[in-house]
């Protein structure tokens, strides 16, 4: 596969840019990054992918390939393209941290930078903050409905490639997940890794029992066996039996895992099966089709499992795998832009977000107001990342947007919370900025018809 | 981002690996890759991924560095790992060629290797089997719904990260798309690529005449100018003018796009802005939360739509953005194999899918067999790709992929063909599996209980 560079772009944005350098319209934009709307089956959503747009930020340029490619293979004129080599991201990058919950219409992030630059970033930024917020967004999701159980990332095969395979992973331990089955993403960005074995490994066995007992001596420590090749009541009988002749050799089975049936109700026999054999400390892993609501379900039964294995439908986010954002031009040399488009039209300006919460530090709700209005009473979500191409410091460790996640939903209203709460974002569009697009709607009504 | 080598895995692929080593399985398994059920929004899938599932297998190696990280973080035994550095892909591959029509039940690949060669592969023989079929299945839905029309792939920016925006670009020229907005795609793959210009270009400048002149004079041969950011009539009409304007200094606007509101409406009116200034010959391009459903409510209006921008929709699979799918071990050591997990039950053997035609060339139906049962009157349609570990010749090219599936389409009979259509799988199971499977199943009682 080819490696993900500076012509990961939409070629619009190529052409946009020869037409800027013919027309050496090289003055600041602002650009922001929004979701217009919440999809009906998500409350709110978890800020996720900035390090990945910081990286990729720091690390734009063309090299010796793409210009000849963009020459030779796509037409572009020569005299733009070598200007292209010099191009660096020199701008400021404002955003709100990873791990901070975030209503519709917030800007995400604020790209301030020669036009250019700012033009170029568009599809790749959202390319990286789209994805890692819809994964996080849900796997929060799974998060609050089994509190204090562990959650593992099972969904690399059916994620929508490599870098979806990797970055969900990411998000989802973001989210509160505990581990990741991918091997490359606990490696990337040192989330805990953690696996069983597949019914392959059973069924390649002469029968049950010889599997786990060679599973086990192979992995003394940490096996956790697959017990529904089969029959699952009977595959716990056999896996306690063999736990019992491990235990004699001084090896210990630490778990096993259901992934097909009635998940709760196998979770109940077979927590049974093993207590009758002393085996209270053999944990039982429950996978197979799993999402918040499933996971929810078999919580409000009370079923003796210890952790889950989710997948698909949260790497994802199947019920809504995508969200309606957009990265929009606020402002261009100074002067507050809007777009107008029939149902997508946006508020203009640039602007921060202000967080108001009462005095036990619950969420009360959102301001979006123009950047340089008065804070008041409000805390600024957007924080300043990049100034002039600079890092300005090294931004927050994984496990650290992890915990501002998890203070943050301790704050979170309950009807926000809420699996299918129908609670509305709590966000208000500061007057500043209604004023704004009203001014702007009258000029530009002149203008366009120019 | 880091690169997708051979750790992209599920962790248990390798403490599998490890139990085998130790347990000196070597025989030779066969894993088939197969849908369980189709979608309720699909009526067939088209098989895509094999180039890179292939590219996959023959590049499968550990470095020293995944071998280090295998020991040192993840606590693997050592001379396991020694064991992984001389690991290849020495088996064979048989599939069904990329642009086919397939059916559930209908094995898509069939790997036939030393066990844990085998074995290994699962994930990421998934990981990109799945989603390119996914998206192909899609976009072809999208081509059905706009015969002739020129379809263009813009959902860069909403795909799952990086590889799912190159890889959806591949599976949806697959499909019949004309082309890509994503350029990297286009290097990478060697597809047409296309692109406008944004809303922010619009925006800033002092008004639309001026943005649409300054981009017609950097693209003189093939400017499509968005005519949308504010009002899309006065835009139309506006960039009537400049086309007019251009064409006295030798320039020729190639198309207008229309990306909100009534998308048919509007394009009746720009179609007559159009006409009415001579520009018969500037083209109408729509875009905006498209799918197939709203292509072809736009194409049963007759509206003047020349092409259509797809993006997010396609790219995602939105509303079915996963396949129920898996690879499944059906031999080791020449002895069939059966999973009978409740609900997940898989057929057992080697098999083969057998495609039957009328005498028009139209399908008739599929069978799938065991690979030992004669052929009859069915075409068989896994073909071999890949023998002990060498290509034995080169895949098709993606545009013979492409031309493949355009001629299935045309032998699809219409309950197939159709959007909404609720036709069955036209797949039957071979006696001689069933008979295979309750042969198992007699003996597997047997044994799971030992």
């Known amino acids: 596969?080819?490696?993900?560079?500076?012509?990961?772009?939409?070629?619009?944005?190529?052409?946009?840019?020869?037409?800027?350098?013919?027309?050496?319209?090289?003055?600041?934009?602002?650009?922001?990054?929004f979701v217009r709307k919440l999809p009906a089956q998500r409350r709110f959503l978890v800020a996720a992918g900035l390090a990945q747009a910081v990286d990729y930020l720091l690390g734009l340029r063309f090299d010796d390939g793409d210009c000849e490619h963009l020459v030779r293979d796509r037409g572009f004129d020569p005299g733009f393209v070598a200007s292209l080599r010099d191009l660096r991201f020199t701008g400021d990058l404002d955003a709100i941290p990873e791990g901070t919950i975030v209503f519709p219409d917030e800007p995400l992030v604020r790209v301030t930078a020669p036009l250019r630059e700012a033009q170029l970033v568009e599809s790749r930024l959202l390319n990286l903050l789209h994805f890692q917020t819809i994964v996080a967004s849900k796997a929060v999701r799974c998060v609050l409905a089994a509190p204090g159980k562990r959650l593992v990332d099972f969904g690399m095969r059916?994620?929508?490639?490599?870098?979806?395979?990797?970055?969900?992973?990411?998000?989802?331990?973001?989210?509160?997940?505990?581990?990741?089955?991918?091997?490359e993403a606990g490696r990337a960005f040192g989330i805990p890794v953690a696996g069983t074995m597949a019914h392959s490994y059973v069924q390649a066995h002469r029968d049950e029992?010889?599997?786990?007992?060679?599973?086990?001596?192979?992995?003394?420590?940490?096996?956790?066996?697959?017990?529904?090749?089969?029959?699952?009541?009977?595959?716990?009988?056999?896996?306690?039996?063999?736990?019992?002749?491990?235990?004699?050799?001084?090896?210990?089975?630490?778990?096993?895992?259901?992934?097909?049936?009635?998940?709760?109700?196998?979770?109940?026999?077979?927590?049974?099966?093993?207590?009758a054999a002393g085996l209270r400390g053999v944990t039982i892993f429950a996978s197979g089709n799993l999402d918040e609501f499933a996971v929810r379900d078999i919580e409000a039964r009370g079923a003796p499992v210890d952790g889950y294995g989710i997948g698909t439908r949260m790497n994802t986010s199947a019920d809504a795998p995508y969200l309606d954002c957009a990265y929009k031009l606020q402002a261009y040399e100074g002067v507050a832009k809007r777009k107008r488009s029939e149902g997508k039209a946006t508020w203009p300006g640039v602007?921060?977000?202000?967080?108001?919460?009462?005095?036990?530090?619950?969420?009360?709700?959102?301001?979006?107001?123009?950047?340089?209005?008065?804070?008041?009473?409000?805390?600024?979500?957007?924080?300043?990342?990049?100034?002039?191409?600079?890092?300005l410091r090294p931004l927050p460790a994984l496990h650290a947007s992890r915990e501002r996640l998890a203070t943050e939903l301790a704050q979170l209203p309950a009807a926000y919370r809420s699996l299918d709460g129908s609670a509305p974002p709590p966000v208000t569009i500061a007057p500043s900025i209604r004023a704004l697009a009203a001014r702007i709607d009258a000029a530009t009504s002149g203008t366009a018809a120019g």
């Open 351 to 391: 602007k921060q977000v202000l967080r108001r919460r009462d005095a036990g530090g619950v969420l009360a709700g959102d301001v979006v107001a123009l950047a340089a209005d008065p804070i008041g009473e409000g805390v600024p979500l957007l924080e300043p990342v990049i100034r002039a191409g600079r890092l």
């Open 209 to 275: 029992r010889s599997a786990f007992a060679a599973f086990a001596r192979a992995h003394p420590r940490n096996a956790v066996l697959l017990i529904d090749t089969y029959d699952t009541r009977r595959g716990a009988a056999i896996a306690a039996d063999v736990a019992k002749a491990m235990a004699r050799e001084g090896i210990a089975i630490r778990g096993v895992r259901i992934d097909s049936g009635d998940l709760a109700g196998h979770a109940f026999a077979v927590r049974a099966i093993l207590d």
């Open 1 to 33: 596969m080819p490696a993900a560079g500076v012509l990961l772009t939409d070629l619009y944005e190529l052409t946009m840019l020869q037409a800027y350098h013919a027309e050496r319209m090289e003055g600041v934009a602002v650009f922001e990054l």
């Open 158 to 183: 059916r994620a929508h490639g490599a870098e979806a395979a990797l970055l969900s992973a990411r998000a989802s331990y973001l989210a509160g997940f505990a581990a990741t089955a991918t091997v």
